[in-house]
């Protein structure tokens, strides 16, 4: 990850406070309740409106019974566990919703493979309905969104939040559609939601990507596990702290016509080794920044530099000393972060002389 994204705090957040509820004073204290009623949701107004729409009116929404019903079916399952059962669970629970800790590298999440083994058929409804939490289907019942509002809603205060860099900073190659489109990018599970319960709806586990990142790349591969099952950290997308990366290029070419993506080589440095090695690993970015490199655009750059040289009568190297600056400045601005290294490489190996 080349830059964090800002944090925000909206209405749309309501809807993990809401499953918070349903598993602290629901589930977890299912044993307390003689059978599954509407008064167990007095704790919190907001969600006992949403749950009698769901289920006392004539009116009720196909996909707000379903979520009703499987509500019901894991209270019904935690009545029958004991008290050790229940606190696995909790722990887990906040676990699973600590994505910066995960991130880090620390504590031990739990996963439906996993916890099919603790209890299959709780396993199977848990999935059921985390996986249709975030699905328009649910929250975009009208029951909800008079609460809560849209998906959309939270993305236009997102990305005026992030505006300032306007690229996607898991590549940094592809513009992220912001406030004045009509469309938005796709919110991606960064712990894919398919393979860990509990965490499909905590918006610190949603983080707008490209859809180059998340449909052709990232897909449903773990962060914080790579092939093999050995844990490994990740960056945390909301961190408060700058991901300092820096890009040095070594070329291996004496014919930038004829440049391969093998004659290409880019060392990513950075105090976060770890975290580094895994975000190329996810979003395969060594093959791509080298595609970028080695295609139509490094030879754009290249030309670039002598055409402006030519113009102003310059040397190429008197106009490279004044690209740097720019580029440094903006460094997310036309890919400048990857094109400052390339076009120093190409310096080194004597293309501008």
Not at 64 to 89: A, P, R, S
Not at 203 to 209: D, E, S
Not at 210 to 227: A, G, Q, V
Not at 230 to 259: C, G, P, T, V
Request: glycine fraction near 4%; aromatic fraction near 14%; include cysteine.
């Amino acid at each position: 990850m080349l830059f964090p994204y800002q944090y925000i705090t909206q209405n749309m957040e309501t809807m993990q406070v809401y499953m918070d509820y349903i598993f602290n004073e629901v589930w977890m204290k299912a044993k307390d309740f003689d059978e599954f009623e509407l008064d167990i949701f007095d704790g919190n107004e907001d969600l006992k409106e949403i749950m009698r729409a769901f289920n006392f009116l004539d009116t009720s929404p196909k996909w707000g019974e379903y979520f009703l019903e499987k509500v019901k079916n894991i209270f019904e399952i935690f009545k029958t566990l004991d008290d050790v059962q229940l606190k696995q669970l909790a722990y887990w629970y906040r676990v699973n919703n600590d994505i910066e800790t995960l991130c880090e590298g620390n504590e031990s999440p739990v996963m439906y493979k996993e916890l099919k083994y603790f209890d299959e058929k709780l396993t199977n409804e848990l999935k059921d309905l985390y996986g249709v939490l975030y699905n328009k289907k649910v929250i975009g019942l009208k029951a909800i969104t008079d609460k809560i509002g849209t998906i959309d809603q939270h993305y236009k205060a997102f990305m005026t939040a992030n505006e300032k860099e306007a690229v996607c900073p898991f590549c940094g190659i592809h513009p992220m559609k912001g406030i004045y489109h009509t469309k938005r990018e796709a919110y991606d599970h960064f712990l894919p939601k398919g393979q860990y319960p509990f965490n499909s709806i905590n918006f610190k586990n949603l983080v707008p990507m490209c859809n180059e990142c998340n449909s052709s790349y990232k897909l449903e591969n773990n962060p914080i596990f790579d092939k093999t099952g050995h844990r490994r950290k990740a960056f945390y997308s909301y961190q408060n702290d700058d991901i300092n990366i820096e890009i040095s290029i070594d070329l291996n070419l004496s014919d930038l016509e004829d440049m391969k993506p093998s004659e290409v080589d880019i060392l990513f440095i950075s105090a976060k080794q770890e975290e580094v090695d895994t975000w190329k690993s996810i979003f395969n970015i060594e093959e791509r920044y080298k595609a970028t490199i080695a295609g139509a655009t490094g030879k754009y750059w290249v030309n670039q530099v002598i055409d402006e040289a030519r113009l102003r009568s310059e040397s190429c190297v008197e106009c490279m000393d004044v690209k740097k600056v720019l580029f440094q400045d903006n460094p997310y601005h036309e890919l400048n972060f990857l094109k400052l290294p390339f076009l120093e490489a190409c310096d080194k190996i004597g293309l501008f002389d």
